[in-house]
Every structure is written in C-alpha cells, then in structure tokens.
C-alpha cells in the first residue's frame, strides 16, 4: 500500500485548445518540480505524444534518479455528449485505442487560426507532425461501447471532470447511471467536494481521483492529488501496474 501524488488528467500541444509550450519534456519536469508521482497525458482523442513523455520521463530518471511515472492516455467524447478519461497500461494498446476511435469521428479539417495546433512531437520536444483533423471533436460511440472496448484493452475508464456544467456525465444525464459499471470517476480541483456530494448523495461510494485537465504549464497540478493504493512505490513501477490498481478500485 502507498500513496502515489497524482495528476491523471492534462493536455499536450497536441491538443488544439492546450498552449504550444504544453510540450512533453516541459510536462514531465514541471510535474518533476512539483513534486508528482505519476501524471497521465490525456489528449483528445489522441494519444500521439505519449510515447515521447515517456521517454523523458525515463531520461529524467536516468539524471535524477526518480521521475514521474507517465501514464498514457486520452480523453474522449461519447454519443451521449460528456468527456471520458481512457488511461492505458502501454502505448502499444493505447495507438489501438486510438485506431479504433479515429473510425467513429467526423474528420472536419482543423482551423489553426481558430482551434489552435495540434503538434506531435518528439523527445527532445521537437514538432514531427501536424494532424490536419480536428481532434476535439465527438463520436458516435456510446458510453457502454466505449467501457467495453476500454476494458477489453486493460484500460481504466474514467468519466471526466463530473462536477463541471459541461461535457460531464452529471450534466448530461443527471448523475452516474446504474449502467455504467465503473466506480471510479474524477472530480476537477475546483470542484466543493462537499457541496457537489450532498448534491448527489448517490455518487457519495464511489471512488474519485481529483485532476488539473491543464492545457498550460502552471496548472499541472501542484501539490497533487493523494491516491492510495494496494501497490508498492519503487523506481520501477510500470503503468501496467498502476492502471490495473485503478481498475481494481473501478471494479469495487
Ligand atoms: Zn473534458
Ligand atoms: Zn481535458
């Protein structure tokens, strides 16, 4: 058992709406200097610059001995109109993830000078590619469809952000439906815990974890938010190890 300081919600410059500084080395060592244990990159739709914030997380290892662990992920949006958190146990199943869910969104070209860039990048936080689509875009994919194919994948699913008045389960259906199989749900830091509970007393046994969703640098989450969970913390935890805790809490 351990406690592992988190941030499991946050766009790269590959999101159109995050800033273009938002690069992966720039990720992983400000969630170094603030002191995290593990983050997660969660673009829309996308999971294209996860691999090189791995790769900087395990050269800043390398330098400094520890690192935080980067989870890799995406966050998405179903039919029924909210956002969804899908966090990977590798990239391997994660570019799957992303294969099967660029079949079911509209390809709209992406207006940089409206919607801003959505930069691919390499380790050394260089720009490799531009995707021309806009990425911030919806699907016909349900709720129960995407849980199933997430959990097929050895994903955590993880609705996003239910406290806020748009793009959340909560605002879109009233609440977290007997339906969705997952206890697991995440909160925003802005979020009056006890407030938004004695609001929804039904949701007050379910698991949450609390995340920044930043799309600039300084709202990486600082100090973090406390996870504890049944597993140890060493130099070699995996993600694999870690999303599967988080399913196990999903599950309870
Ligand atoms: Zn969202
Ligand atoms: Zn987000």
């Not at 791995?54 to 992920?73: D, N, Q, R, T």
């Not at 799957?96 to 050394?124: A, C, L, T």
Request: charged fraction near 25%.
């Amino acid at each position: 058992m351990a406690i592992f300081v988190c941030d499991l919600h946050m766009h790269s410059a590959l999101s159109p709406c995050a800033e273009n500084d938002m690069t992966p080395g720039n990720m992983v060592s400000m969630a170094l200097i603030n002191g995290l244990d593990v983050i997660a990159i969660t673009d829309h739709c996308s999971t294209r610059n996860c691999e090189a914030a791995i790769l900087c997380s395990e050269f800043l290892k390398k330098e400094h001995g520890h690192a935080p662990l980067v989870i890799p992920g995406t966050e998405v949006e179903v039919a029924e109109g909210f956002h969804v958190l899908g966090l990977f146990p590798n990239v391997e199943k994660a570019r799957e993830f992303e294969v099967f869910w660029e079949s079911h969104r509209p390809k709209i070209k992406n207006r940089v000078e409206i919607f801003g860039n959505q930069y691919v990048m390499n380790d050394d936080d260089e720009v490799i590619e531009e995707i021309p689509y806009l990425l911030s875009t919806g699907s016909d994919v349900s709720m129960m469809e995407l849980y199933d194919k997430l959990d097929s994948l050895g994903a955590a699913a993880i609705p996003a952000h239910i406290d806020k008045d748009s793009y959340s389960m909560v605002a879109s259906l009233g609440t977290v439906p007997p339906e969705w199989k997952g206890r697991l749900v995440e909160v925003s830091r802005r979020c009056n815990l006890p407030e938004f509970w004695e609001k929804h007393p039904e949701l007050a046994t379910y698991h949450y974890i609390v995340d920044s969703d930043a799309h600039q640098l300084p709202d990486i989450a600082d100090p973090g938010y406390s996870l504890k969970l049944p597993i140890d913390k060493n130099p070699n935890l995996d993600a694999e190890t870690f999303v599967n805790a988080l399913r196990d809490l999903m599950r309870k």
